[in-house]
């Protein structure tokens, strides 16, 4: 599976981005779907992550009520609505598809690139 994320950028503390991870390759809707983010200086931490019929999600504690995952197998896409940005959400943010329905990092098979998120004050 190849993962591609896009729609980052540069947006005011209070806006709004959404993100989107296309996947090629194997059956997208056999993974669990999850994104991640590491700030400069930072380690990796896990943000949102879907199982693979989308029943079930689950999220940080920091994004919990301005996060929405989504995901649409039938165009191998899961998306990342992000809402009342703050600074601290600065971060390259990657999505990940794995077996297992897990907040660790470590289970996930395969990695996007990553698309960079930049909230201004």
């Known amino acids: 599976v190849q993962l591609q994320a896009s729609g980052g950028g540069l947006v005011q503390a209070g806006g709004s981005l959404r993100l989107s991870c296309a996947a090629s390759g194997r059956a997208f809707s056999s993974y669990a779907m999850g994104w991640f983010r590491q700030a400069p200086g930072k380690e990796r931490e896990f943000v949102s992550l879907?199982?693979?019929?989308?029943?079930?999600?689950n999220y940080a504690d920091s994004v919990k009520g301005r996060f929405t995952i989504s995901r649409d197998n039938a165009k191998n896409t899961v998306y990342l609505q992000m809402n009342s940005l703050k600074p601290e959400d600065t971060a390259i943010y990657y999505c990940?598809?794995?077996?297992?329905?897990?907040?660790?990092?470590?289970?996930?098979?395969?990695w996007g690139r990553g698309t960079q998120v930049t909230v201004s004050s």
């Open positions: 990940a598809a794995g077996s297992y329905y897990s907040i660790q990092g470590s289970t996930y098979t395969y």
């Open positions: 879907m199982t693979r019929s989308g029943s079930t999600t």
